[in-house]
T-cell receptor, first 114, second 115 residues
Framework: ETGVTQTPRHLVMGMTNKKSLKCEQH?????MYWYKQSAKKPLELMFV???????ENNSVPSRFSPECPNSSHLFLHLHTLQPEDSALYLC?????????????FGPGTRLTVT | DQQVKQNSPSLSVQEGRISILNCDYT??????FLWYKKYPAEGPTFLIS?????DKNEDGRFTVFLNKSAKHLSLHIVPSQPGDSAVYFC??????????????FGTGTRLQVTL
């Protein structure tokens, strides 16, 4: 595997379900991110992990719970979601330090909440 | 309040001609700007970036221009090719070279390159 991978690619869940999204980066980076992309809206940063420590929670509801067990893996645990949470969830990684700001994205998980 | 704006949701250009995609920002703390390209069913792919200490950066067919006084940047693609058809996102970052970068994105411009 190369780059940033995400599983599953598509997920349909009911409002009472619990599910998890998984992200893995194979780039040797030390920062990872979760973004949400809703229709007609810009990508919204949800969470930032820097060296496995959460450094940003962009006012995300508690029904979204991130987990970063190491610098290569990132999870987003979902429970009691609402239909308006249906969106494309993107994971990204980057290397902290120097003048590098580029983030590298996975293909995303298309989530539908019914 | 959207800090990064792409006011043209779509753009159609003939193959071989120049494509110009525009982006405006409001936050004067932004000091690094990036362009991403996104195909359907794929994540955004990094294309080109520019630091606020420069006003131009070129990489092959892609050139980004930055006008700090106008808080405006543009991406020029020349010559445009059918494979360039995608959604292009402008993003900006404020400082944080020693910490994880936080990118603020625009809503994107869909470019269609016609034969």
């Amino acid at each position: 595997e190369t780059g940033v991978t995400q599983t599953p690619r598509h997920l349909v869940m009911g409002m009472t379900n619990k599910k998890s999204l998984k992200c893995e980066q194979h780039l040797g980076h030390n920062a990872m991110y979760w973004y949400k992309q809703s229709a007609k809206k810009p990508l919204e940063l949800m969470f930032v992990y820097n060296f496995k420590e959460q450094t940003e929670n962009n006012s995300v509801p508690s029904r979204f719970s991130p987990e970063c067990p190491n610098s290569s893996h990132l999870f987003l645990h979902l429970h009691t979601l609402q239909p308006e949470d249906s969106a494309l969830y993107l994971c990204a990684s980057s290397q902290v330090g120097g003048s590098i700001h580029e983030q590298y994205f996975g293909p995303g998980t298309r989530l539908t909440v019914t | 309040d959207q800090q990064v704006k792409q006011n043209s949701p779509s753009l159609s250009v003939q193959e071989g001609r120049i494509s110009i995609l525009n982006c405006d920002y409001t936050n004067s703390m932004f000091d690094y700007f990036l362009w991403y390209k996104k195909y359907p069913a794929e994540g955004p792919t990094f294309l080109i970036s520019i630091s606020s200490i420069k006003d131009k950066n070129e990489d092959g067919r892609f050139t980004v221009f930055l006008n700090k006084s106008a808080k405006h940047l543009s991406l020029h693609i020349v010559p445009s090719q059918p494979g360039d058809s995608a959604v292009y996102f402008c993003a900006a970052s404020a400082g944080g070279t020693g910490t994880a970068s936080k990118l603020t994105f625009g809503t994107g411009t869909r470019l269609q390159v016609t034969l």
